[in-house]
């Protein structure tokens, strides 16, 4: 198991965020966690990397890659952090600095935390930067975020995670703020490292149409708590939980459209 969360409650002085959360992410497998906004999923990923906020205290256990997160000291979550389990935050415009360029951005975890080489990590980066559709990366290296759109971007942090060769990836929202056409690029990606690194994927998003169709299983959390899990394949078919019917029939609707009476042809 990549990933094992047990029962996971953590609390902040002022309220419960997460409350018994249980859930596993194996090897090759990508596993949704939906849910709507405030429900949970970022700090729930969040908790596989030991970021918790300052006040924050926890029970219960989160395993990642076989090492007790929780009770781990700074150079082990430093080691996990480094090899084994990489994040892909929501909103990469906050998660990259503004005032740094996109290469050294980029390259930081090779170069500082592994120790390669800056040309050798700036030439990894210039391959995963092609690998993740992004044209002309040489020239990207040099520029700052603010001059990239949000989904270069998000392209940007997404090739920047996979630079370490994580065992575990997990991905908060990491294609909502794709058009279309480029997020069905990005899941592909995904999909194919997966198969050839036997990638573990949490993929957290607020569709459950989404996870549906492009996960093994799914999780449904709500207000702090796992309320459903099904395969992606049959969700729609049973879901346990009322919640998730109601997730499911949560769709916008449009009234059959009238025939535009402006356009006929007036007699
Ligand atoms: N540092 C913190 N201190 C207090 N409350 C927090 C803190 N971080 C998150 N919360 C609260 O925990 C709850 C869950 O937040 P979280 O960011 O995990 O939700 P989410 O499911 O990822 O939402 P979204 O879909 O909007 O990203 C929210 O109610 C949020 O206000
Ligand atoms: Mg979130």
Redesign the pocket.
């Known amino acids: 198991m990549l990933l094992d969360i047990e029962d996971l409650t953590l609390r902040?002085p002022?309220?419960e965020?997460l409350r018994g959360i249980s859930l596993q992410v194996g090897v090759g497998e990508t596993v949704g966690l939906v849910?709507?906004?405030?429900?949970?999923?970022?700090?729930?990923a969040r908790a596989a990397l030991k970021l918790f906020?300052d006040?924050?205290t926890t029970t219960g256990s989160v395993t990642v890659c076989g090492s007790d997160i929780l009770s781990a000291g700074p150079a082990e979550v430093q080691r996990i952090r480094a090899n084994e389990a990489a994040m892909i935050f929501?909103a990469p415009r906050t998660a990259l600095n503004p005032v740094r360029r996109i290469g050294d951005s980029a390259t930081e975890r090779l170069v500082h935390v592994h120790g390669v080489a800056k040309k050798v990590a700036r030439s990894k980066i210039v391959e995963l930067f092609a690998e993740v559709g992004l044209k002309d990366p040489e020239r990207l290296l040099k520029l700052y975020p603010h001059q990239l759109s949000g989904g270069m971007l998000q392209r940007v942090v997404i090739a920047s995670a996979l630079s370490i060769n994580p065992q575990l990836l997990l991905a908060?929202?990491a294609t909502s703020a794709l058009d279309v056409t480029t997020q069905a690029e990005v899941l592909a990606l995904l999909r194919r490292l997966r198969a050839q690194r036997e990638l573990g994927v949490l993929f957290?998003t607020?569709d459950l149409h989404l996870a549906a169709a492009y996960c093994d299983r799914v999780y449904v959390?709500r207000d702090?708590v796992i309320v459903d899990e099904q395969p992606g394949a049959t969700i729609f078919e049973n879901p346990a939980n009322e919640y998730t019917r109601a997730l499911a029939d949560a769709v916008p609707r449009l009234p059959d459209r009238e025939p535009d009476r402006e356009l006929e042809v007036q007699p």
């Not at 709507?36 to 970022?42: F, I, N, P």
Request: glycine residues 16%; hydrophobic residues 20%.
């Open positions: 902040v002022s309220t965020i849910g709507e906004s405030g429900s949970g999923k970022s700090t729930t906020p006040d924050a929501q908060d929202e957290i607020h959390m702090g």
